[in-house]
């Protein structure tokens, strides 16, 4: 009889765990990044900031620059003070890890693993104690699930007489994490200078140049010298131009450039205008006095008379170096940060150098240059529809940004098409330009070159269905941001009680579903019509909420599953699109503040304080009264699963109506 008892209640408890497993395994709030705060402190007023940043085991957080708009970088934003000024922005440490992710188009991600280290330099202006204060902002993930979480306030206090270093700077590797992106960025300078060279404003002065050097020098030697000077100093003023740059802008205006809006929409602009002038509209220029008197000095003799020779050059080119120099200090900003602009520059300059110094130590080479004419212009041209091209891309991001939904995939491709077929049929000499010349037979080179632009005009086209082009993965919004045979995919209205249509706004429903983007309003029309809620909490930068889209939920059963058995409401809990300030506010999670500003912040203590998880993806199933159906599941890539988990809570669905 006892040992009945002790089994009976074996068994209770028993059933008790098993109730209780599936709770525990949903029901917590993820933190896997753990961030620690030290100063150190030098003898020349002046203090270095460390966030040290320890990453659970299988997580991994994104860098400053993750290598895409539609991931979330890790970005520190500080309160205004009058006790200091920073140096610079803030500067990882150490190399991230490189992956290509085929969920952003196979665009190169940039994280960390276990650790991560960020530094921020001060000048102190304060003689005594003060705290920095601040947030930092970030998204962590591992390989089923991402996080989103709202910034995460810092107070550093930095005590001035305290000269003794906390975190000695031995114990970090201090490797700059950015050495492969400024090889990128040097290679795209040197590629925009070699373009350059042959623009009709730079490629006649080569010969003029050289062989001036060569006749006033007295010896070949003495000639080498003076234009090997004059190519350094070409190199000196566009690496001088790059550091200008930086520093009228300042370190954390080139940081913004990446998920700015405006930024984003001022270089479309920018860009747009700089094409125009290569397409021969106008040309942008410099007053003419100011390059006069420039020129002037070059008459002067010796290194100063060098040196404002190769001034005059680059003013004297601006029409034609301008456009590509804009573009590249645009890129330089946005992809490398504060160095970004001086490697960008070093390369556009050497390139541009190069052919001074090696004409001149070998002069019989100027034979072998093709005489300036029509073909100069041509070149041109064809920047201009690149720099078109490139235009797109900003405005591309600064859609993405606010998700307008106007420059979708599809639309972004078709202007690309547009832009590669006139580049390929003017390059035929089917159409003109101003300052064109007459277009008598077609070069080789120009057929081959023609070739190239039609054949990727049409490698486009299939990208309109649906097709992957790996050959641009990147550059086009991602294959999700895109438009359905019926529009775009998620203008779907539905009907609630009263008659109003409530998707007024173009958002995102994954694969054309219809769904919501409002609990609220979500919930009313399940009650309407008498079916399970479910809750999809997404992310627009979670990867792993695009496999579940693209792999699970394309799946015809389970896309017939998703349209006909549950009223799906999507709620993105890193959308920053601002509340109304009636309804920002500050609640409590535990002991911590949570700070609802954005609509993202709304879904994600929404998340946080119902089902006490903060991790995306995350599919819950409601009945009417907002009880669970069933124990909610993260990511999976089973589909089969995930049937049965749909089919289970539908079953439970009809259940509970019956009663």
């Not at 089917?430 to 190239?452: G, M, T």
């Not at 500003?597 to 119902?610: E, L, V």
Request: proline share 5%; net charge neutral; aromatic share 14%.
């Amino acid at each position: 009889m006892i040992f009945f008892y002790r089994k009976s209640f074996i068994i209770y408890v028993a059933l008790f765990l098993l109730a209780f497993i599936p709770v525990v395994g949903y029901s917590q709030i993820v933190n896997p990044v753990k961030w620690d705060y030290t100063v150190n402190i030098s003898d020349n007023n002046e203090a270095e900031l460390v966030f040290k940043a320890t990453i659970d085991k299988a997580w991994h957080l994104y860098s400053l620059q993750p290598g895409s708009l539609d991931v979330n970088p890790t970005t520190f934003t500080f309160d205004p003070s009058n006790d200091y000024n920073r140096i610079d922005s803030v500067q990882q440490v150490g190399s991230p890890v490189k992956k290509k992710e085929p969920v952003f188009d196979n665009a190169e991600l940039s994280f960390f693993e276990k650790e991560a280290v960020f530094k921020q330099k001060i000048k102190i202006k304060s003689d005594h104690a003060f705290v920095v204060k601040g947030q930092v902002s970030f998204q962590a993930c591992n390989e089923s699930q991402c996080i989103f979480p709202p910034p995460t306030d810092f107070e550093i206090t930095v005590d001035v007489k305290k000269k003794d270093k906390i975190l000695a700077d031995n114990t970090i590797s201090t490797e700059n994490n950015s050495d492969q992106s400024f090889i990128g960025i040097f290679i795209k300078g040197f590629l925009g200078g070699l373009a350059a060279l042959f623009t009709p404003c730079v490629f006649p002065i080569i010969p003029l140049t050289v062989s001036f050097f060569t006749k006033q020098s007295k010896t070949r030697a003495k000639g080498i010298a003076n234009a090997s000077i004059y190519s350094l100093a070409i190199i000196l003023i566009y690496v001088l131009l790059g550091m200008a740059v930086t520093l009228i802008f300042g370190s954390d205006a080139l940081n913004a450039l990446s998920t700015s809006v405006w930024f984003n929409l001022a270089f479309f602009v920018l860009l747009v205008v700089f094409a125009i002038s290569f397409l021969g509209a106008f040309e942008i220029t410099l007053p003419s006095s100011f390059v006069n008197k420039v020129d002037a000095q070059s008459d002067r003799g010796g290194l100063i008379g060098i040196f404002f020779m190769a001034f005059t050059l680059s003013l004297v080119s601006f029409s034609c170096t301008g456009p590509i120099i804009g573009t590249l200090l645009v890129d330089a900003a946005v992809n490398g940060n504060i160095k970004g602009p001086f490697w960008g520059m070093f390369g556009f300059s050497t390139a541009l150098a190069l052919p001074f110094g090696l004409f001149a130590a070998f002069p019989g080479w100027l034979n072998s240059l093709p005489k300036s004419g029509g073909w100069l212009n041509s070149v041109k041209v064809v920047l201009g529809f690149l720099e078109l091209a490139l235009a797109l891309k900003f405005a591309s991001n600064a859609d993405l940004v606010v998700q307008a939904g106007i420059i979708t995939r599809e639309v972004f491709l078709v202007l690309w098409i547009i832009i590669f077929g006139l580049m390929g049929v003017y390059l035929l000499g089917w159409i003109k330009f101003p300052h064109d010349s007459e277009l008598k037979h077609l070069s080789i080179v120009r057929l081959f070159f023609a070739a190239i632009a039609l054949s990727f005009t049409f490698y486009l086209i299939p990208g309109l269905w649906g097709a992957p082009l790996k050959l641009i993965s990147g550059f086009p919004p991602p294959a999700f941001y895109s438009e359905s045979p019926e529009g775009f995919s998620s203008s779907k209205s539905i009907t609630i009680l009263d008659g109003k249509q409530i998707q007024k706004k173009k958002e995102h429903c994954p694969n054309n579903l219809p769904c919501f983007h409002d609990y609220d309003e979500a919930l009313a029309y399940a009650k309407q019509v008498g079916k399970p809620l479910m809750i999809d909490f997404t992310g627009w930068a979670c990867v792993n909420c695009r496999k579940m889209e693209e792999k699970v939920w394309s799946d015809p059963e389970v896309d017939k599953r998703l349209r006909n058995d549950v009223i799906l409401v999507s709620l993105y809990v890193d959308d920053k699109t601002e509340l109304p300030a009636d309804q920002q506010t500050i609640k409590k999670i535990g002991e911590r503040d949570f700070k609802i500003k954005t609509i993202g912040n709304k879904w994600s203590y929404f998340q946080a304080s119902h089902y006490q998880t903060n991790t995306q993806p995350q599919y819950i199933l409601l009945d009417n009264n907002e009880q669970l159906l069933s124990s909610p599941i993260s990511y999976n890539p089973d589909i089969q699963n995930y049937i049965n988990w749909l089919d289970e809570a539908k079953s439970e669905f009809e259940k509970r109506n019956k009663k």
